[in-house]
């Protein structure tokens, strides 16, 4: 089974401060995506990456960034974390072919908090 | 604009009989639906999915009915467990050729499930 591993399940962090949330998974897909779930707004897409070194924006894309250097790592950076970036972020990856027939598999999520 | 909406926000439902859980969407490009089921402080997992060429795709206690003509999915649960108690998220694609491939997910409805 593919494994999509975020590296922390829960973090705290202050205003301001640069935040790295770090995915990784296990089976060379090429695709890779970073949600956001918040209540009432469910899955909303930041970023994805089709590719090593590339990167396109989702629907929300305002105040992170990305990077994809190797294959199977997908960081998201928070620049300067603020508290409407309190959240549960979720990594998901996917095999092009067939299309991925069973969809996304996603990591076990992040849930973090700014204070 | 929502190009997937779940209009029912929570649903709950007596243990042993039937949840059902609607999804409606916009985009006629739409080719590829999927159902997700998600836990507190867990990543989404993999449910069903249902191809635009089928209308019913079955899989034990899970159904997933999908009307083209009125832009509709629908998920059943027979029996229903206090164990389905969860946030069902919908989700949708539209093959764009390539390896891409990205899913538009709905805003989720929480179903509790009482024994």
């Known amino acids: 089974d593919v494994k999509v591993t975020q590296s922390s399940r829960y973090l705290v962090k202050r205003t301001g401060e640069k935040v790295f949330l770090e995915c990784v998974q296990d089976?060379?897909?090429?695709?890779m995506f970073w949600y956001r779930q918040d209540p009432g707004l469910g899955l909303r897409l930041i970023y994805f990456s089709y590719d090593v070194k590339m990167k396109e924006k989702g629907d929300i894309p305002e105040g992170y960034s990305v990077s994809r250097e190797k294959k199977e790592r997908f960081s998201l950076i928070l620049e300067s974390a603020s508290t409407n970036q309190t959240s549960m972020y979720l990594c998901a990856s996917i095999e092009p072919k067939p299309r991925g027939r069973n969809g996304y598999t996603f990591g076990s999520g992040t849930r973090l908090t700014v204070v | 604009d929502q190009q997937v909406k779940q209009n029912s926000p929570s649903l709950s439902v007596q243990e042993g009989r039937i949840s059902i859980l609607n999804c409606d969407y916009t985009n006629s490009m739409f080719d590829y639906f999927l159902w997700y089921k998600k836990y507190p402080a867990e990543g989404p997992t993999f449910l069903i999915s249902i191809s635009s060429i089928k209308d019913k795709n079955e899989d034990g206690r899970f159904t997933v009915f999908l009307n083209k003509s009125a832009k509709h999915l629908s998920l059943h649960i027979v029996p229903s467990q206090p164990g389905d108690s969860a946030v069902y998220f919908c989700?949708?694609?539209?093959?764009?050729?390539?390896?891409?491939?990205?899913?538009?997910f709905g805003k989720g409805t929480l179903l509790t499930v009482n024994p």
């Open positions: 989700a949708a694609s539209a093959y764009s050729g390539g390896s891409n491939y990205k899913l538009t």
């Open positions: 089976m060379d897909h090429e695709n």
